[in-house]
């Protein structure tokens, strides 16, 4: 007796997912709607819930009902780990959910802004990795006004004690603040780059995560994302260079 292949049927995975009935699964898939890990998918396929990607008009179905991702709008004084030895209040103390959700990458305690929680490991990985190049906007208010050469110097690269930054996306949008885009993730890097052109940080916000931002969202709110949100932030993640 010939073993069948490994998973369960596309379509009903895709109907526990809440994408439609199994019969409106099979009219999708059927008519080339649904690919599974970028392939245009056919009645009988077989899926891993934990490992492939399934998209249904390019839109990834979240199939693994397990996987959850929400984004915090951080306030100050909020520690960006799941627990923290000296008592202080984390970020995972702000989200109240069942499943045990860790914060993607850091904002140090005085940096407000988005941070993303997931159990996803692949989805982590994939935002925080240098080598994927996502991109984190910053808004960095600063002590005095910086020069243009100063913000060229942002621009270029700036020399810190663990050695050179990449290139930074910069504009300065009003006198005492700087827009910052980056795509690494050293140690409060937006904070010692300012210092080192001489206009120290007053208040840092991170106001974007790759494709993703949200303004509506209050400090200390917090709520899921949707399908079609979490399908661009992965998007936004390149292959590894």
């Not at 996306?169 to 690494?184: A, D, M, N, Q, Y």
Request: hydrophobic share 35%; proline share 6%; aromatic share 2%.
């Amino acid at each position: 007796m010939t073993d069948l292949p490994a998973g369960q049927r596309l379509q009903k995975v895709l109907a526990h997912a809440g994408v439609g009935s199994r019969r409106v699964c099979e009219d999708l898939i059927a008519d080339g709607r649904v690919t599974v890990n970028d392939e245009v998918a056919e009645l009988g396929r077989r899926v891993d819930p934990e490992s492939d990607v399934v998209r249904v008009d390019g839109v990834i179905a979240h199939i693994d009902p397990t996987r959850r991702t929400v984004v915090l709008n951080k306030p100050v004084g909020v520690i960006s780990t799941a627990q923290d030895t000296h008592g202080r209040q984390t970020v995972v103390d702000l989200v109240d959910v069942a499943e045990r959700l860790y914060p993607v990458g850091r904002l140090d305690a005085d940096t407000e802004g988005l941070i993303l929680l997931t159990n996803d490991g692949a989805l982590a990985h994939r935002l925080t990795h240098p080598s994927h190049g996502v991109e984190k906007e910053y808004l960095a208010s600063v002590d005095g006004n910086p020069s243009r050469l100063a913000v060229r110097s942002l621009r270029d690269g700036i020399e810190l004690d663990d050695g050179m930054t990449a290139p930074a996306k910069v504009s300065s949008p009003s006198p005492g603040l700087l827009r910052i885009t980056i795509h690494e993730g050293r140690n409060r890097q937006v904070r010692r780059m300012c210092d080192a052109i001489g206009h120290p940080v007053t208040r840092l916000v991170r106001v974007r995560i790759g494709s993703f931002t949200d303004r509506q969202l209050a400090p200390g709110e917090w709520r899921d994302l949707d399908p079609a949100e979490l399908d661009q932030l992965e998007r936004s993640a390149t292959p590894d260079r």
